[in-house]
């Protein structure tokens, strides 16, 4: 079964602090893809990174950085020297290529994420 | 251009009644999904087509139905309304079947009074 967990459910941050968003994720398949979407208040889902599962780099985008770990099911998201603008819900999901879950995301929860100024 | 779009934003109607959510995207993807967000924030895939053919029917009442008249539309209609069918509806799109270019549409927030 594929499943997503975002075991924190709100975190609040004063500006330019560093924040890590964790995510746990399980499957049983070789091949699969995980994402982060952020999800402001306005409502629209914003991409920010795929990552396919023979990929192990870290990636860094910005403030933005990802820590792909394998041996723990983790793919985490840090945001450096956070700003207002960086408050909204983020998301992390699961896809795999395996026939009767093709495509399909499972999203965690979400973590919701305030940044005081 | 807005590369998945649905309308209509917002939709507020009676229970019983029937209404539609349409989607269209421009990327030239294969694939089409509807997504449901509730109250809780949580998402959870409902439909799925590629190439206009259902791939993925999730356990949603009989009352909602796909349709994908080409591989660039997706509508979603509802029959009988129901209070519980109260959430915010996303159709999305990919590429292929390895989940590339995910994109989401900027969502349908449906109120049932």
């Known amino acids: 079964a594929q499943k997503v967990t975002q075991a924190q459910t709100e975190i609040s941050v004063v500006e330019k602090e560093d924040v890590t968003l964790d995510c746990v994720y399980e499957?049983?398949?070789?091949?699969?893809?995980l994402f982060w979407y952020k999800q402001p208040p306005s409502g629209e889902l914003v991409f920010l990174i795929r990552r396919n599962s023979f990929d192990e780099q870290n990636e860094i985008s910005g403030r933005y950085s990802w820590n792909f770990q394998k041996s723990t099911s983790s793919f985490n998201f840090t945001i450096t020297a956070s700003q207002v603008v960086d408050s909204a819900v983020y998301f992390c999901?699961?896809?795999?290529?395996?026939?009767?879950?093709?495509?399909?995301?499972?999203f965690g929860r979400g973590t919701q994420l305030t940044v005081w100024p | 251009d807005t590369a998945v779009s649905q309308t209509p934003k917002y939709l507020v109607t009676q229970m019983g009644n029937d209404k539609s959510i349409k989607c269209e995207q421009n990327?030239?993807?294969?694939?089409m999904y509807w997504y449901k967000q509730d109250s809780k924030k949580f998402l959870k895939i409902m439909f799925s087509?590629?190439?206009?053919?259902?791939?993925i029917n999730e356990t949603v009442p009989n009352r909602f139905s796909p349709k994908s008249p080409d591989k660039a539309h997706l509508n979603l209609h509802i029959n009988s309304l129901e209070l519980g069918d109260s959430a915010v509806y996303f159709c999305a799109s990919s590429q292929t079947r390895d989940s590339y270019g995910y994109t989401f549409g900027s969502g349908t927030r449906l109120t049932v009074v």
């Open positions: 990327l030239g993807h294969d694939t």
């Open positions: 499957t049983r398949d070789t091949t699969y893809y």
């Open positions: 999901a699961l896809s795999s290529d395996r026939g009767s879950t093709l495509g399909r995301l499972y």
């Open positions: 087509y590629n190439n206009k053919e259902l791939i």
